[in-house]
């Protein structure tokens, strides 16, 4: 039987919201977000193996990852994932009869091809990955630099995450390198036609590193309901429209 995982709870009323974050940093990145939820919801933030809480914990992969998740959270009725955390959580709502599914900076495949022109060029993730591999800690450093990229308030983006950079616990070398080939390797789009949960699609407008595209298709796809920031880059929760959100939520049509 899988174990859950260590979480943060916020809230104790409404629907009950699972709620997965991103690569390279734990919940405590989306604790506004979280916070904001836990005003309408009953959320459960359980970070993911290799980070955070669960820093000693670790998977065998990204399918494991999304079982010790959604054992976690088993009553799950709303799952709420950003970036990589919205990966995890499309792949949920392919294995769970969700109410609800928001999908946050977040995209069904990550990298670029040749029938997909909304993801990462090869060059650009090896590079990345490249400088990855010869310092961790300079390429968080750089992901929160291009998370900010074109956002109005840049600086307040490079805050948030460079604030948690250094501080303990750190997710281990195993998670970001499993974490940067589940980006790499893990496309999603024949696995949207079995979702049935309702779709909302949360992405800033100026979003360098997933293509606000992604949205737009997800929306042809499932007919996902689509929120775009303007200003906003890819931590869009940070430039409001978070309220909208929440309603969505916790909306019972």
């Known amino acids: ?27 405590r990145l989306i604790a506004p977000l979280a916070e904001a939820l836990g005003r309408h919801a ?14 000693e914990r670790d998977c065998t992969g990204f399918d494991d990852c999304v079982e010790q998740l959604m054992a976690t959270v088993p009553d799950a009725d709303v799952v709420v994932g ?43 993730f090896d590079a990345f990955a490249d400088a990855f591999d010869d310092a961790p800690m300079k390429a968080r450093t750089r992901f929160a630099a ?19 950079v250094e501080q303990p616990p750190l997710p281990s070398r195993q998670a970001l390198d499993q974490g940067l080939q589940w980006l790499h390797d893990v ?32 929306s042809s796809a499932t007919g996902a309901h689509c929120v775009r920031m303007p200003g906003a880059a890819h931590l869009p929760w940070l430039r409001g429209g978070v309220a909208d959100l929440c309603e969505w939520v916790v909306a019972d049509d």
């Open 82 to 124: 950003w970036s990589l955390g919205g990966l995890l959580a499309l792949a949920w709502a392919t294995r769970a009869p969700l109410r609800k599914l928001a999908l946050i900076g977040a995209t069904p495949c990550f990298m670029q091809a040749s029938d997909w022109p909304h993801g990462m060029s090869a060059e650009r």
């Open 1 to 27: 039987m899988t174990e859950p995982l260590s979480r943060r709870t916020f809230g104790d009323r409404g629907p009950r919201v699972a709620l997965l974050h991103g690569w390279g940093w734990d919940g």
């Open 146 to 164: 291009l998370s900010a990229m074109g956002d109005a308030d840049a600086r307040q983006v490079r805050a948030a995450m460079a604030g948690l």
């Open 187 to 218: 496309d999603l789009r024949a696995a949207v036609q079995d979702v049935s949960a309702r779709v909302l699609c949360f992405h800033g407008m100026e979003d360098r590193v997933v293509d606000v595209a992604a949205c737009d298709w997800m």
């Open 42 to 55: 009953h959320v459960v933030q359980a970070d993911l193996p290799g980070y955070g809480l669960n820093a």
